[in-house]
């Protein structure tokens, strides 16, 4: 039976603390009562020390977490051997230590139950009992209607275990934001010039790089830990940087080049990038006829793509884009037009990044030092396990055949569209789990997310804090943070293979449980016991890290691992080695016969697109560099550092509406959807007249959040429309536009209902 | 000895790793702070330039806050390091207000509070906390007695300044422009 999910407020319990502001005067007096040794620091010679890898965001960062003599995690510190962080954590990782202590935390399992009335409410249940639960509800839903109808969205390591059960239950559907609202585009783009997709960590190689050119890319509030160190590197060396921003971010205020662009124009930039790099002789001559497929039918396409046309549409001067593409042909082959991660704007973002990747590639940066390097990972064995069921169907029947071939992972939007019933298509998905990923914020068009989950059968969430997405689930399950476990080893690709070891530093608080034992407990319950056949994870370390010649016991002491590489080929096209790309052609193209195959414009073509309507704004979001998504803006440490997003204004437009800086306001969107909450105005002269900004994050609609609830505003709910990307299925979502209500509106809900 | 502290405006992105690393270190509570950023914006769009500051205790050669104490709590140590003695202080504020950085906070046990240049770790020989954190290695400590020290070396090739030198304090905080 489908019940109509209610969104449960758990009522905030208590009053707590009274906040101090920073510049609070209030002198209590003397207290000589006062326990001194935890007023000064501790040594860290009195402290002991565990290694971990940071989960606050996905660069994963190895460190150390220092604990004190009576168990307090005081400190997390980073790891000097990790070419992630060199030592030297972000502020989120050094906050880290606030996830661990949010009061707020999730604590026990929660059964969602209905009284007498109607009314929806959460229960307080044993490990037991909500386990036994889910698994219930599993085995019915893969007796009745097949293991493929279940899907797993999961976000960070963790997820690594859930995807194990899941696959392991006999389901395809294994989806992350990561993809379809983010990186996408760029790892389809890349993929179809190069053969190969970016990677993360970006392979990008930013130290050695003498043109870094950023476009829309805010390295340096997208906290990318090893990125921003680069940049850092890249700027003591004498880079030249490029930055193409509507707004006058962080990375512009370093840069020797800051291009304002009109929004929604970068591809024509491009193009004429190209141009002037062609016409002007500038290229790499040997790369290209080396390496490349398609040459002189790129510059026939770009043949009237001159800087003058492109002024017309991008607002940049002619001679700017000349003189920004001399300067990248002078540093070329050590030039890097950075590809980007957050990706997803226009719905035209796939061709847009292969407009990046053609202009790298033109201009011999693919391979190259101060390009993009040929990054290497070390490959650990899997526990010997039964092989994976094969699935029967999965989320890509809820489409027309032959649509999304291009797409190797599983889109988060495509599993919700695979939830809503349709009678032409095969919408099958009728159980999800959740695990550490906040769907409100980090989906757009929350009404379609909220329709889908409206047909579910169940939704089960995991997560370390109760989270807007918490609300409509049937029952959650409340994990302890990486600080407090084990978890998979960190593999990630990098110049050197590296590996990292994240144990736990303090027992889990609460009635909390990692995520390995939550996976393994279920699977105990479905009968998938031999997916599981360690007995804890400590074996299942021990036994992966001895076939790489290593143990658990030399990790716990090293906590990085460095192995080396199996070739020597970093720079693996530096001096024009032979090599064969994984493209049709065996080439990198640039004229893209994958694409032109599936009906797709083989090379990229500006499109006009939608502009604001008179008395709208293009909104605009990103990253501040001390929170991750919606997730830390309750970690206290990092609260303290940001409180509330507020949405910038340039002065001209705040004068036409008579806005004062700090002013309190809502803003509408053009679907007529009015933010739950007010914004703060901050007017700026570092944004364009055409559009406004806002951090993403912030406007929490969960009460339980008692530091971020209701604090600023939440761009996610604001990105009602959606710009598909046709080539992959990437979710445009700058393309939505606002105006300034000044009063409060009449009914304006405080919270969300479905 | 003479300590002091460099900050790189050039590389700084203001984002406060700083001021997270010196809480965790120094147990600062929640809701305060011994150091913190300032972003300073000029010009008109588009001709528009910002300036990130990473800013605390300018450990001053002239410290107001040393000279108006009235219990000799705010003192100053080898080094040139300005502290306070917690046990000494009667949380009269004096201080704060003849700050002309505003680095100095009301602790909530009732003592005056601010930077201590991590006076514990330099006396082992390691860098204050914010500086070894720091993502773009933009804040550079040592003596400047001492030639080779990271901030003597950061000072010789690169112009700087200091903030409120009118107040005549004799900062030891210098920004690289």
Redesign the interface.
């Known amino acids: 039976m489908k019940t109509r999910r209610q969104f449960i407020k758990i009522s905030a319990a208590g009053t707590g603390a009274a906040?101090?502001?920073?510049q609070?005067?209030?002198?209590?007096?003397?207290?000589f009562l006062?326990e001194?040794d935890?007023?000064?620091?501790a040594?860290d010679e009195e402290m002991t020390s565990y290694p971990t890898y940071c989960e606050v965001c996905f660069w994963k960062c190895a460190g150390w977490t220092y604990v004190d003599k009576k168990g307090n995690i005081?400190?997390?510190?980073?790891n000097e051997k990790d070419p992630h962080?060199n030592?030297?954590?972000?502020?989120r990782g050094?906050?880290g230590?606030g996830m661990y202590n949010d009061e707020d935390r999730l604590k026990t399992p929660l059964i969602r139950e209905t009284d007498p009335e109607g009314h929806q409410y959460f229960r307080k249940a044993s490990w037991d009992e909500a386990l036994d639960l889910i698994a219930e509800k599993m085995d019915k839903l893969r007796q009745e209607h097949g293991p493929e109808c279940l899907a797993l969205f999961s976000h960070g390591t963790g997820g690594k275990m859930l995807s194990h059960l899941v696959k392991a239950f006999g389901s395809p559907n294994i989806s992350a934001p990561s993809f379809a609202q983010c990186r996408g585009p760029r790892e389809v783009g890349f993929t179809a010039t190069f053969g190969e997709d970016v990677m993360s960590p970006e392979r990008t190689d930013i130290r050695d790089s003498k043109c870094l050119v950023l476009i829309g890319s805010h390295?340096?509030?997208n906290?990318h830990?090893g990125q921003?160190?680069e940049?850092?590197?890249a700027?003591?060396n004498g880079a030249t940087i490029i930055t193409v921003d509507p707004r006058?971010s962080?990375?512009?205020?370093?840069s020797k080049y800051?291009l304002?662009i009109k929004p929604a124009t970068d591809l024509a930039l491009l193009l004429a990038w190209i141009h002037v790099i062609i016409y002007e002789d500038l290229y790499d001559k040997e790369y290209v006829k080396k390496y490349a497929f398609g040459f002189d039918e790129l510059k026939e396409h770009v043949k009237n793509k001159t800087p003058e046309w492109a002024y017309g549409i991008t607002t940049i001067e002619p001679e700017i884009i000349r003189r920004t593409a001399r300067e990248m042909a002078a540093a070329s082959p050590r030039v890097l037009i950075h590809p980007g991660r957050h990706v997803t704007w226009y719905g035209d973002d796939t061709q847009r990044t292969r407009a990046i990747a053609i202009l790298n590639a033109i201009l011999g940066s693919w391979g190259r030092r101060g390009g993009f390097y040929n990054p290497e990972k070390v490959h650990v064995p899997n526990y010997p396990h039964p092989p994976y069921p094969k699935p029967k169907r999965s989320w890509k029947d809820a489409y027309p055949p032959g649509k999304y071939n291009l797409v190797n992972e599983v889109l988060s939007t495509g599993i919700c569209d695979a939830t809503i019933p349709n009678p032409q298509l095969d919408c099958h998905l009728r159980g999800w789990i959740v695990y550490g990923t906040n769907l409100m914020a980090s989906l757009p068009d929350q009404k379609k997310t909220l329709e889908a989950i409206s047909h579910l059968d169940f939704l089960v969430v995991i997560d370390t804090m109760p989270m807007d997405i918490t609300s409509y689930a049937d029952i959650v399950l409340p994990e302890c943070t990486y600080l407090e476990r084990y978890d998979s080893l960190r593999t990630s690709p990098h110049r050197e293979p590296v590996i990292a070891l994240r144990m736990p530093a303090a027992k889990p608080k609460y009635d909390s449980k990692p995520n390995w034992w939550i996976a393994k407990q279920l699977a105990n319950r479905l009968g998938l016991q031999d997916y599981f056949q360690w007995e804890n994870i400590e074996e299942l370390l021990d036994w992966q890290l001895k076939k790489i010649g290593s143990s658990l016991n030399e990790m716990k002491r090293i906590g990085v691992k460095k192995y080396p590489r199996e070739y020597n080929d970093l720079y693996n096209l530096e001096n024009l080695e032979d090599f064969e790309f994984n493209t049709n052609t065996g080439k990198i193209e640039l004229y893209s016969t994958e694409l032109e195959i599936e009906d797709f414009d083989p090379l990229p073509n500006y499109t006009h697109h939608p502009e604001p309507p008179e008395g709208y704004y293009r909104l605009n979001y990103g990253r501040a560099?001390?929170h991750t998504f919606s997730r830390t803006t309750n970690n206290?440490?990092?609260w303290?550092?940001?409180k509330e997003n507020s949405v910038w204004v340039?002065?001209k437009v705040a004068d036409l509406w008579e806005l004062e800086n700090g002013q309190y306001i809502w803003l509408k969107n053009q679907d007529g959807i009015v933010s739950s909450f007010p914004i703060k105005v901050r007017i700026?002269?570092?944004?364009?007249?055409d559009s406004v900004y806002m951090v993403h994050g912030f406007g929490h609609t969960d009460r339980k959040l008692k530091r971020a609830y209701g604090r600023g505003a939440s761009d996610s709910e604001l990105v009602s429309k959606v710009f598909l990307d046709p080539i992959m299925g990437g979710t445009g979502m700058r393309g939505n536009f606002v105006t300034f209500l000044k009063e409060k509106p009449a009914n304006n809900k405080e919270e969300v209902e479905s | 000895m003479r300590y002091a502290m460099a900050i790189d405006t050039a590389k700084c992105v203001g984002c406060g790793d700083c001021v997270v690393a010196c809480q965790t270190e120094n147990n600062v509570p929640h809701g305060y702070c011994r150091d913190w950023i300032v972003e300073n914006v000029s010009g008109s769009y588009p001709n528009v330039q910002v300036e990130l500051r990473s800013e605390r205790c300018n450990h001053c050669d002239n410290a107001p806050c040393v000279r108006c104490c009235p219990t000799g709590a705010s003192h100053i140590v080898e080094g040139g390091i300005v502290l306070v003695t917690h046990d000494e202080c009667i949380g009269c504020g004096a201080c704060i207000e003849s700050c002309p950085y505003d680095a100095r906070y009301p602790h909530p046990e009732g003592y005056v509070d601010k930077c201590t240049f991590c006076k514990h770790r330099v006396d082992k020989g390691q860098n204050p906390a914010c500086v070894d954190v720091c993502p773009t290695h933009c804040l550079h400590f040592g003596d400047l007695d001492d030639p080779n020290s990271d901030v003597s070396k950061a000072l010789k090739n690169r112009s700087w300044k200091v903030l409120a030198p009118e107040a005549g304090t004799k900062p030891q905080l210098y920004f690289l422009t």
């Open positions: 906040a101090i502001g920073l609070s005067l209030k002198l209590n007096g003397f207290n006062s001194k935890e007023q000064n620091p040594s005081r400190k997390i510190i980073g962080c030592g030297r954590l972000c502020p050094t906050g230590v390295i340096g509030e906290m830990n921003i160190q940049m850092s590197a700027i003591e006058f962080t990375a512009a205020s370093h800051w304002p560099p001390m206290h440490n990092l303290d550092l940001m340039n002065p700026t002269e570092r944004i364009r007249w």
